[in-house]
């Protein structure tokens, strides 16, 4: 599944085999009786309602067969609407007596011949009893049948995952991300997963181009003084290049162009529409370099501003003043990626044996460059971003003095293989309907940080608490993939490459995508993210977890970008997504998009953060918990009146132009709530659930943001409308960016545009609520 050349679905093929009753039928003399009882007893039978008795009687002996499941992992045969895991046995319509009716020999009643057959019935229940009794005894007590839901099975699974494990599992992968060849820690955690059960764990490969660091790092000279600083505002000797090579090397802009521009510092701030307006009112920034600072919008939108605005290079940092006091990043460098997702050379198709590459060493015209805040005091003159009383004071060069500096960017490109590692459980009742659960392992060549153990020691850990219960004969009704993904800090190639190489299995089975990205990027504060059909199912799992803890802070819950592989998930196939993760409270409430820059985080920092590691115990049940739930329940999880209400919200406050879109909003709530309360309540009813629908509003429910995809959004937005650019946007991202856009120009093109989209994704959501119900109406018509 989904590994080399393998076929992405398996069949699950379920031999039923009866043992015969031969040893009391061949009693000739016990046939005969029963032929000459039938027909005198007939009219009795029906009279008194042993007919059904009859059938129920085969029903409970069919019950006591065993069923052996015999599971094909080579076949290569799509598994076409596999029954529902609470499908209620039914009377079949063709259902045929054991026995052969006769016609009636004589129409006599012997009271001992009928006093014979009670005995021998008699004896035989009570044979039947006892078989019963012994095979329940002998099956495993700890195994609940698939067909239902035990309320304690879910914390069987998760108690046996221990704080204690997961410090050792990320104290061992630590030891390993100092090779340069990044197979190392691929075929570890390939091993580990194998041997802990996990079926059919595979490499998957893919040639990809990356671009990497150049041997000599890039340089920043000051012309008035001649000064040369290194990217941490350490002096370019060679002393400071030993003292911190590593550094040095990966503090640099994947995909940025390369050369050596000379040119005057303008400093544009946070480079956002305004600030580009009111500085070209004052200079000309014609092939300039831009001071920028990192935050409150995506990078790739405020680079093709700066692009467009005719800029040569910029200057990147992060002012200290955005971030907590706690941290000093004055001589921090950072890497960031300016490749919005998956291999360069092959854009929108998989890096496989024999695909065209197109020639894309760089993604931008700019000369891009990450520094620390030291060397941006030292550009601008002023020694402390803090004053004495503590007020931070932000960093900015003043509009009446003139810097000019030369920036030097050297970086290599080059093929280079990236590596996943996917394995998976099949799913018993619904093997062709998966659930992704995706970590990312470290690259060689990218920067050293640590989050990466974090985030594979807790995907680990979860894998060994579910396959302790699957080698005891259980296992969940939709298919579990787990991945390990290679590339991320490239721009998520591995994830990328998969998913386009997968594109049509997946876009057709994948429900769900759990994101263990960067589980531990605080301590003070878990910060959930999910889809709007999600979120109460987290609320849900997040209120139950704080039963368990002394303290409880209110969890805020929303749907925003995010960093890491589950961008293709939402951007491409609009699967709903959930991740959890623990962040610091001061950061959270800091410019958005900090996140984008990569550090040098140490293994001793994340042990400082969570020295116990239970933050990473309760991250690692939280997921659990929702992956079990999705992977488990009859009906999908997914609330269809939250994507509404959404919508809704979106919509609210003073915005020009939405009149529309509001009458369409309103239709669609109408929809939701009609599916929900027609469909949806019912089938959450085990009482009154049908269970030859349950698929159809499966198929329903894993589809509903597929709708909120539009064709193209600006750099570093998400294609999902459904996500906000931050917790302090309440509005569609697209929306927000086009009056923005449209401000300083007379033409509101773009924005029309923007309103069109919204409009069409609002409208097809509607008529996909729509044609579900009219077709579930149709069939209950159509057995009517």
């Not at 939405?658 to 027609?678: G, I």
């Amino acid at each position: 599944m989904f590994t080399g050349k393998k076929m992405a679905y398996q069949k699950v093929n379920a031999d039923q085999r009866a043992p015969g009753h031969s040893q009391y039928l061949d009693n000739d003399d016990l046939q005969a009786t029963a032929l000459d009882l039938e027909w005198d007893m007939e009219k009795e039978l029906e009279e008194s309602g042993f007919d059904q008795f009859q059938l129920d009687s085969a029903e409970n002996q069919n019950l006591g067969h065993s069923e052996t499941i015999d599971l094909d992992l080579d076949s290569i045969q799509p598994a076409t609407s596999p029954k529902g895991r609470f499908q209620r046995l039914q009377e079949e319509s063709d259902y045929i007596t054991h026995y052969t009716r006769s016609a009636p020999k004589s129409n006599r009643c012997n009271f001992c011949h009928l006093l014979k057959i009670l005995c021998i019935a008699t004896i035989l229940f009570i044979f039947g009893i006892f078989i019963g009794y012994y095979v329940h005894t002998n099956c495993p007590s700890d195994t609940p049948s698939s067909g239902t839901v035990d309320p304690q099975l879910y914390q069987e699974i998760l108690k046996t995952i221990q704080a204690e494990d997961i410090k050792k599992s990320f104290r061992n992968l630590v030891q390993l991300y100092k090779s340069e060849d990044d197979m190392e820690i691929s075929k570890k955690i390939k091993t580990q997963w194998t041997s802990l059960g996990l079926e059919d764990v595979q490499f998957v490969n893919y040639s990809v181009l990356l671009n990497l660091p150049d041997p000599s790092p890039s340089t920043v000279t000051l012309s008035s003084s001649g000064q040369c600083f290194h990217p941490n505002g350490q002096p370019c000797s060679e002393e400071a290049r030993k003292d911190s090579s590593q550094d040095l090397l990966y503090s640099y802009a994947a995909y940025s162009a390369k050369g050596i521009l000379k040119a005057e510092v303008i400093d544009v701030s946070y480079g956002m529409a305004d600030d580009l307006k009111r500085i070209r009112k004052i200079k000309n920034v014609t092939n300039q370099i831009a001071l920028l600072k990192l935050g409150k919008l995506p990078l790739l939108y405020k680079l093709s501003l700066l692009e467009k605005a005719g800029f040569g290079g910029v200057l990147l940092y992060i002012d200290p003043c955005d971030l907590p006091k706690t941290v000093n990043p004055s001589h921090d460098t950072f890497m960031v990626s300016l490749n919005p997702g998956g291999d360069p050379s092959t854009p929108g198709y998989p890096s496989v044996d024999g695909s065209f590459r197109q020639s894309r060493s760089n993604l931008t015209s700019l000369l891009v460059q990450p520094i620390s805040a030291s060397l941006v005091a030292k550009l601008i003159s002023s020694p402390k971003a803090r004053t004495k009383n503590d007020a931070c004071s932000p960093l900015e060069l003043p509009n009446n003095e003139v810097r000019v500096v030369s920036m030097q960017v050297q970086t290599v490109t080059k093929l280079k293989t990236v590596t996943n590692v996917v394995g998976y459980v099949m799913g018993l009742t619904s093997p062709d309907r998966y659930i992704i659960v995706g970590s990312h392992h470290h690259t060689a060549h990218s920067y050293n940080g640590q989050e990466w153990a974090s985030s594979t020691a807790i995907i680990t850990a979860f894998i060994r608490a579910l396959m302790s219960k699957v080698k005891r004969g259980w296992r969940p009704d939709r298919t579990i993939v787990f991945c390990s993904w290679g590339g991320t800090a490239f721009g998520n190639i591995g994830s990328y490459e998969w998913g386009e190489d997968f594109k049509k299995v997946l876009q057709k089975n994948v429900v769900a995508y759990i994101s263990i990205h960067s589980p531990l990027r605080g301590n003070s504060s878990l910060h959930p993210v999910a889809s709007p059909s999600l979120q109460q199912l987290v609320v849900e799992k997040n209120n139950f977890n704080c039963t368990r803890r002394a303290q409880c802070p209110e969890t805020n819950i929303s749907s925003i970008q995010i960093q890491g592989d589950a961008d293709y998930f939402i951007n491409h196939l609009g699967v709903p997504i959930v991740q959890f993760a623990y962040e610091d409270i001061k950061a959270l409430e800091g410019p958005s998009f900090l996140s984008e820059a990569l550090f040098s985080t140490r293994a001793t920092k994340i042990e400082e953060m969570d020295p116990s590691f239970n933050l990473h115990e309760t991250i690692t049940k939280l997921s659990g918990e929702v992956i079990l739930q999705i992977a488990n329940e009859p009906v999908l999880p997914f609330n269809a009146i939250d994507i509404a209400l959404e919508v809704q919200n979106n919509l609210k406050g003073d915005q020009p132009n939405t009149h529309q879109l509001l009458a369409m909003a309103s239709r669609l709530r109408e929809s939701a709530e009609l599916f929900q309360s027609d469909e949806m309540r019912p089938a959450n009813d085990p009482k009154e659930r049908a269970s030859n629908r349950i698929r159809m509003l499966n198929d329903i429910l894993q589809d509903m943001e597929k709708s909120f995809l539009v064709k193209q959004a600006p750099p570093g937005f998400y294609r999902n409308i459904l996500y906000h650019l931050d917790e302090k946007t309440s509005r569609f991202s697209i929306l927000v960016e086009a009056w923005e856009h449209c401000k300083p120009l007379a033409s509101n093109e773009t924005l029309q545009e923007a309103l069109s989209e919204v409009l069409n994704s609002i409208n097809s959501a509607q008529v996909y609520f729509k044609a579900g119900l009219d077709v579930f109406r149709s069939v209950l018509d159509g057995k009517n």
